[in-house]
């Protein structure tokens, strides 16, 4: 009997190594479809919170991770705009840009990995929590000098005709632009049933003004990211060339903003769901490359006040509104007792009734719901150092081909790299490098014009000025070298 015990054990144990072995190979070949997860706002306490809340999450089942730091042309510390920028491009750019840097007096124009997809004859989709012209989307599918141009943004979508766009954001929309959407041939849609009876190949959904709800403030009718990633896939997922999708779970920055630690888990909770959903996918299918990201870290989110046993996890699960909601319930004449023991399960003490009642008398829009978040934060045990950005390093998790290569500690602007490189190259090349010849497009010194050059210019040249030697890799003459000059170099050879 004991004999039998130990061979089962041992076949077990076999069998354990072997998958394990297995789901961590590394997946030969070129992406056909990539998708690009980014938590807006989410620092690794962010992920950490909500583990500590919900337990295992899909975040954790990734073979390869790595760090990201941030820091933009503007300093340490960058907004959505610039980190966005660098993920969709390869290039570093000042706060407040969307996919153009500013050199030497003029701005120039920056191809985005999903102009790249484009090129490649891919569909492509953006989908976000925020407004759909915010600026994570915009990144990826516009060009401005300026992140609140959105109005500008929602045209240049258009242009772009990407297949699916899903989010907030109706505010941007100007009726004659709808009116141009469907002359295009999109299918609108505005709600959650409408949105699951759509179908066709461009859609664009709007399910709210601004930004879509925090979780923890939507009725059973508001939209979720998973439903929108689910309905995104299934519409890009029919082109025989293949996908570029960005998910972003935009609201954990809003959250972290606020200080609303609540908020801050159930948003990041969401965003894990769709996680979950787009790794269970790319499993299936052997040719996607999903990849997890944060832009930045927002809050400077510090987790327990104490050792041992500091965080109350249950107090919060247990509360059912965001901190913004539960302020202009006050304002709106509501007992701030009633409304932290009815949304917070809170008691409030005297003192922190004082608290409140001092923020109701602010000038600052924002201190009444500050004032909610300290308390609840005090009470289940963390703390943030700020209602701002940080320059912490960020999350990065990959699944797919050529996903072992995001194992490392660099910057977003090399993640990007390495994404075009998958979409564009099938494994790795090791090549002696001679240098730019005259010839133009030869980057390795062979005076051939081929995939090596591409391949090369990728890795190397990819968010410079074009200059001295470097001119004669800026194939299409615009000054920089970017991802258009590799795809023209590619096209050549
Ligand atoms: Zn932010």
């Known amino acids: 009997m004991k004999k039998v015990l130990a061979l089962a054990f041992i076949a077990l144990l076999l069998a354990s190594t072997l998958s394990f072995a297995m789901n961590n190979k590394p997946i030969e070949g070129r992406a056909k ?3 690009i997860l980014i938590g807006d706002g989410m620092g690794i306490s962010q992920l950490y919170i909500t583990k500590l809340c919900y337990g295992h999450l899909a975040m954790q089942d990734f073979p390869y991770t790595g760090y990201e730091m941030t820091d933009s042309l503007s300093g340490e510390v960058t907004d959505s705009a610039a980190a966005g920028t660098a993920i969709a491009t390869g290039f570093k750019t000042y706060n407040g840009m969307i996919s153009q840097v500013y050199i030497d007096g003029k701005d120039y124009n920056l191809t985005t990995l999903l102009e790249l997809a484009e090129k490649l004859g891919k569909s ?19 060009h401005v000098d300026d992140r609140d141009k959105e109005r500008e943004i929602a045209k240049q979508y258009l242009e772009h005709k990407i297949n699916v766009l ?3 954001g109706k505010e941007m929309f100007s009726p004659e632009l709808l009116e141009k959407y469907k002359d295009a041939g999109y299918t609108i849609v505005y709600n959650k049933n409408e949105l699951e009876d759509a179908n066709g190949n461009y859609l664009l959904g709007l399910f709210a003004d601004s930004h879509i709800p925090y979780v923890l403030d939507r009725n059973k009718d508001d939209v979720g990211l998973l439903d929108m990633t689910k309905k995104a896939i299934s519409v890009l997922e029919k082109n025989k060339n293949g996908f570029f999708l960005m998910v972003e779970g935009g609201r954990i920055d809003h959250a972290s903003h606020a200080n609303d630690i609540a908020s801050v888990v159930a948003e990041t909770k969401e965003f894990d769901d769709v996680v979950r959903y787009c ?19 927002t809050g400077g989110l510090g987790l327990g ?11 919060i699960l247990s509360i059912k509104a965001s901190t913004s909601k539960m302020a202009k319930l006050i304002k709106s004449g509501e007992d701030p007792k009633e409304v932290l023991k009815k949304y917070a399960n809170i008691d409030l003490s005297a003192e922190e009734l004082n608290k409140i009642k001092k923020a109701m008398n602010s000038t600052n829009k924002y201190a009444l719901s500050n004032a909610i978040a300290e308390i609840i934060d005090n009470r289940v045990g963390v703390k943030f150092i700020s209602h701002k950005h940080t320059a912490v390093p960020v999350p990065l998790l990959a699944y797919g081909p050529g996903a072992e290569d995001f194992m490392s500690f660099h910057h977003h602007v090399d993640t990007s790299k390495l994404i075009a490189k998958d979409m564009l190259f099938n494994g790795d090349y090791v090549v002696p490098i001679y240098g730019i010849t005259h010839v133009k497009g030869d ?19 990819v968010g410079q000025k074009a200059e001295g030697r470097v001119k004669l890799l800026d194939m299409d003459n615009n000054g920089i070298i970017d991802y258009n000059d590799v795809y023209l170099i590619l096209e050549h050879s």
């Open 33 to 35: 479809n990539v998708i």
């Open 124 to 142: 492509t989709g953006l989908v976000t929590t925020t407004r759909i012209t915010h600026a994570t989307p915009a990144v990826f599918g516009a």
């Open 166 to 168: 899903l989010g907030g």
């Open 279 to 297: 790794l269970n996918y790319a499993k299936k299918r052997g040719d996607t490359l999903v990849v997890v990201l944060a832009d930045h870290e």
């Open 305 to 315: 006040l104490n050792y041992g046993k500091a965080i109350d996890e249950d107090e």
């Open 443 to 461: 980057a390795n010194g062979d005076y051939r014009v081929n995939k090596l050059d591409a391949y090369i210019t990728l890795i190397n040249y």
